[in-house]
Nanobody, 119 residues
Framework: QVQLVESGGGLVQAGGSLRLSCAVSGGIFSRAAMGWYRQAPGKQRELVAEIVSGSNLNYADSVKGRFAVSRDVAKNTVYLQMNSLKPEDTAVYYC?????????????WGQGTQVTVSS
């Protein structure tokens, strides 16, 4: 059974930092491109950052220079370090795993974790 479990969200003041974690179970981690998405009220879900491989990282323009995505293969966990947070970063943050097994493609989501940045 594949599960993605996010943690680390919360309430922080503008300029502060948070680190989100996404623990992946079910044997897919080594095959997956991992992404962090967010969805603010009334807005569409958007890609924040993704790590396709150790050196292939992509970021939304709005978070470049402030956020950093990383993965720990030994812990089957992906992280999103968020610094210099702004009120507009307030959203539910979701972890995503995409890839293929020898039999099927896969696309899994976590349950989301709320990040609220106060001004």
């Amino acid at each position: 059974q594949v599960q993605l479990v996010e943690s680390g969200g919360g309430l922080v003041q503008a300029g502060g930092s948070l680190r989100l974690s996404c623990a992946v179970s079910g044997g897919i981690f080594s095959r997956a491109a991992m992404g962090w998405y967010r969805q603010a009220p009334g807005k569409q879900r958007e890609l924040v950052a993704e790590i396709v491989s150790g050196s292939n990282l992509n970021y939304a323009d709005s978070v470049k220079g402030r956020f950093a995505v990383s993965r720990d293969v030994a812990k089957n966990t992906v992280y999103l370090q968020m610094n210099s947070l702004k009120p507009e970063d307030t959203a539910v943050y979701y972890c995503n795993a995409k890839g293929t097994t020898p039999w099927n493609p896969f696309d899994y989501w976590g349950q989301g974790t709320q990040v609220t940045v106060s001004s």
